[in-house]
């Protein structure tokens, strides 16, 4: 199937659109509809905020009469089903939609397939496939939790010119500049849950919130990997907990020497009722994490650091896709070594993108799956 530049260019759109509403529409995934006709778009629609209802509804509904015999754009597979609202598929075929093109087949079992089939039961042209690849990418939370049923997760790193992602004892150190730091801040916007270690939590004292203007709203789930419960209650992990959530990932207890358990069970206690959720899984094995968080509804984790928790995530092959910012000045002595650098990538990872954030450079890096 080949399909024109007016299709690749709504479709595009349809992207576009679709990641308005990235990282808030819960379980489901955020899909983005255009409807078109002449080479004109009459609708739009994205999932709705906590994921109903859906784009196609919405984009039709925008275009009213006028949908007749129009194309509909749409980034995933019009559902079938009757879940708690009607199926998509029946919508476009009641608007007496002339055409339907869709990037990506719904790997959901009460879809899956059944969408196209209705619509062509219908008489309507369906052509799916295009622009497969970006649509996809558009899609990874929602694919990966289907299919795998565990989060995508990003591996963010800003790395200094020697290859440093900060300095020992130094806390926070300034790596990247104001306007790569304000896309981390969307990429934070964009995901469910966002993790870091607890020799990070400790060292940065980091807020982990979205801080950009109008999307504060849109600070992600907080996660701290920490075996031993040493997240200081005075933190701003731990004072924000109300405000923002966040969830504490404990090991097993550590010993069974009475005193330390009773110390251990003591800060459980603490971080509790300060407002944060402690969880128990072996953080030496961050699949069993990833099940758990797949498990409650997270598509994508962004994993910011540090070094160790990143190569954790990366021995047990459990990193979909890295980005590699880059700034411009150097640490030395005293720097702590990145656990990847532009030339030790693993080789199951391919180069999709290079971009430049002021005099920041970043690489993007995707796993295929
Ligand atoms: C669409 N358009 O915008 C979205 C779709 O729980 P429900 O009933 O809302 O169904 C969730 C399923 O609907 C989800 O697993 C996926 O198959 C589909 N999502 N489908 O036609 C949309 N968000
Ligand atoms: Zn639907």
Redesign the pocket.
Known sequence: MSFSQSDQRFMAAAIRVSRRHLGL?S?????G?VVVKDDVILGT???ALG??P???PQALAEAGDAARGATAY?T????S?Y???P???EALIAYGVARVVISVT?P?Q??SGR?IAMLRDAGIEVDAGILEEEGRRSLAG?LMR?TRNRPYVTLKLAVSADGMIGKTGEGQVRITGDIARAQVQVLRAESDAILVGIGTAIADDPELTCRLPGLESRTPLRIVIDEQLQLPLGSRLVKTAQRYGLVVVAGDLPSSDENTDKAFLGRRTALDAAGAEVLQSNSGEPGELLEALGTRGISSLLVEGGARTAQRFLAADLVDRILLFQGPSTIGEGGIESPVTKTNIPPSFRHIRASQFGDDRCDEFERGF
Do not use: F, I, M, W
């Not at 379980?27 to 899909?31: E, Q, Y």
């Not at 995933?76 to 559902?79: A, F, S, V």
């Open positions: 529409t379980t489901n995934p955020s899909v509809c629609g994205v999932t994921g109903r859906h784009a196609e749409v995933l597979e019009p559902c089903h879940g708690k609202t199926p998509c598929a719904d959901d009460r879809v969408g929602y289907q």
